[in-house]
T-cell receptor, first 115, second 111 residues
Framework: DGGITQSPKYLFRKEGQNVTLSCEQNLNHDAMYWYRQDPGQGLRLIYYSQIVNDFQKGDIAEGYSVSREKKESFPLTVTSAQKNPTAFYLC??????????????FGDGTRLSIL | KQEVTQIPAALSVPEGENLVLNCSFTDSAIYNLQWFRQDPGKGLTSLLLIQSSQREQTSGRLNASLDKSSGRSTLYIAASQPGDSATYLCAVMDSNYQLIWGAGTKLIIKP
């Protein structure tokens, strides 16, 4: 079955440490997204990629980095510069960046906590 | 700046009731409005997408409406079931093709 796989499901970060969240899709979608979800708030866009080898900052990119070397993969690194990283991180994809009136598809998320 | 609001934040109703969830947005310049469902600790599942030129969409017991001029959408759930318990989120696609999200309504259906 086609879908989006995020790993790990739970992740713990020590102070000063960088951690990387994995996102893989086999939907053949061009566009991929990373969102952060905090309790009581809407999803906020961290980074997005319209096509392989390209990515753009979203509303809250500070303290995060991404790469898009393969169409299927869009890993997110939470760096030590992100002072409040505890959150639920969601990866999504869509057929094309403009959406073409097709919904985004989501993975099951990674919950990141601070040790 | 587009803002999306969902009221109430939580709702509890007995099984079998029909119910309406509300979503409002501040800027009518949208490409579409989307409703999603999120189960605890899980990702989001798309329920309905209404294009800006449409007034409503239906899928099974779900019906979503869109009134761009007033900046409102409703999600109607008929004959609610315990399995409908989840958080329901709405999002609008703005003129930059970005989704702007509401904080969601947590729905509990009591058996």
């Amino acid at each position: 079955d086609g879908g989006i796989t995020q790993s790990p499901k739970y992740l713990f970060r020590k102070e000063g440490q960088n951690v990387t969240l994995s996102c893989e899709q086999n939907l053949n979608h061009d566009a991929m997204y990373w969102y952060r979800q905090d309790p009581g708030q809407g999803l906020r866009l961290i980074y997005y990629s319209q096509i392989v080898n390209d990515f753009q900052k979203g509303d809250i990119a500070e303290g995060y980095s991404v790469s898009r070397e393969k169409k299927e993969s869009f890993p997110l690194t939470v760096t030590s510069a992100q002072k409040n990283p505890t959150a639920f991180y969601l990866c999504a994809s869509s057929i094309v960046w403009t959406g073409d009136n097709q919904p985004q598809h989501f993975g099951d998320g990674t919950r990141l906590s601070i040790l | 700046k587009q803002e999306v609001t969902q009221i109430p934040a939580a709702l509890s109703v007995p099984e079998g009731e029909n119910l309406v969830l509300n979503c409002s947005f501040t800027d009518s310049a949208i490409y579409n409005l989307q409703w999603f469902r999120q189960d605890p600790g899980k990702g989001l599942t798309s329920l309905l997408l209404i294009q800006s030129s449409q007034r409503e969409q239906t899928s099974g017991r779900l019906n979503a409406s869109l009134d761009k001029s007033s900046g409102r959408s409703t999600l109607y759930i008929a004959a609610s079931q315990p399995g409908d318990s989840a958080t329901y989120l709405c999002a609008v696609m703005d003129s930059n093709y970005q989704l702007i999200w509401g904080a969601g309504t947590k729905l509990i259906i009591k058996p």
